[in-house]
T-cell receptor, first 110, second 111 residues
Framework: GQNIDQPTEMTATEGAIVQINCTYQTSGFNGLFWYQQHAGEAPTFLSYNVLDGLEEKGRFSSFLSRSKGYSYLLLKELQMKDSASYLCAVKNNQGGKLIFGQGTELSVKP | GAGVSQSPSNKVTEKGKDVELRCDPISGHTALYWYRQSLGQGLEFLIYFQGNSAPDKSGLPSDRFSAERTGGSVSTLTIQRTQQEDSAVYLC?????????FGPGTRLTVL
C-alpha cells in the first residue's frame, strides 16, 4: 500500500525556524515534492528531492532519505505570510502521479 | 507567463445533475492531471493524460466520473448524477518536466 504521514498542524513564532516532517511508504518511488497551499488557493511548488540529501532554496530547505522513507521541510526566519498548509507528495514512477499526505497546517504567531 | 486556469471557480449544483469542469493547462505541457481535495483530506489523484497515450483512470472513484483531453490541450472532467459526497475542490495540474503546476481549482458544492 501507499502511506504518507505528516503532522496535522504546527505552530511557530515569527523569526524562528520550523521543521515539518514527512514519512512515506510507497511502491515505485520517483521523487518527493513539497508544496505550499494558502487557504482557498492552488498548491504552489516549493521543492523536489529525488536523491538523498539537502536541497536549499532561500529560506526553505528540503531533505530526503530514501532508505528511511523520510523527508523534512525546513523553514527559516519565519514570516507571518508563511502561515499555510504544507503538502508532502511522493511521485509515482508510473506516469508521475503524486500521492499526497494530508498536509501540515502551519500557524506563525507574532 | 500564463499558468494553469480552471473554470468555473465555483459551481453549485443539485444532487443528480451533471457537471463539467474545465482545465486549460500551461501551453506546451504534455502531461495533465486531475486531483480532488475534500474538506480535511489530502489531494486525491483522479486521472492522468500524457500526450496521445491512453489516460490513467485508476483514481476515478466511480463510473460517474469521466474526463477527456481534446487536441492535447484543454481537458474536461465530467461528473454525472452528482452526489453530495462529490462536493470538493477539483484541481488540475500540468507538467512538462518533473514538476506539476496547479490551477486554482473548481469548488463544487452538491446540494
Amino acid at each position: 500500500g501507499q502511506n504518507i504521514d505528516q503532522p496535522t498542524e504546527m505552530t511557530a513564532t515569527e523569526g524562528a525556524i520550523v521543521q515539518i516532517n514527512c514519512t512515506y511508504q510507497t511502491s515505485g518511488f520517483n521523487g518527493l515534492f513539497w508544496y505550499q497551499q494558502h487557504a482557498g488557493e492552488a498548491p504552489t511548488f516549493l521543492s523536489y528531492n529525488v536523491l538523498d540529501g539537502l536541497e536549499e532554496k532561500g529560506r526553505f530547505s528540503s531533505f530526503l532519505s530514501r532508505s528511511k522513507g523520510y523527508s523534512y521541510l525546513l523553514l527559516k526566519e519565519l514570516q507571518m505570510k508563511d502561515s499555510a498548509s504544507y503538502l508532502c507528495a511522493v511521485k509515482n514512477n508510473q506516469g508521475g502521479k503524486l500521492i499526497f499526505g494530508q498536509g501540515t497546517e502551519l500557524s506563525v504567531k507574532p | 507567463g500564463a499558468g494553469v486556469s480552471q473554470s468555473p471557480s465555483n459551481k453549485v449544483t443539485e444532487k443528480g445533475k451533471d457537471v463539467e469542469l474545465r482545465c486549460d493547462p500551461i501551453s506546451g505541457h504534455t502531461a495533465l492531471y486531475w486531483y480532488r481535495q475534500s474538506l480535511g483530506q489530502g489531494l486525491e489523484f483522479l486521472i492522468y493524460f500524457q500526450g496521445n497515450s491512453a489516460p490513467d483512470k485508476s483514481g476515478l472513484p466511480s463510473d460517474r466520473f469521466s474526463a477527456e483531453r481534446t487536441g492535447g490541450s484543454v481537458s474536461t472532467l465530467t461528473i454525472q448524477r452528482t452526489q453530495q459526497e462529490d462536493s470538493a475542490v477539483y484541481l488540475c495540474a500540468s507538467r512538462v518536466t518533473d514538476t506539476q503546476y496547479f490551477g486554482p481549482g473548481t469548488r463544487l458544492t452538491v446540494l
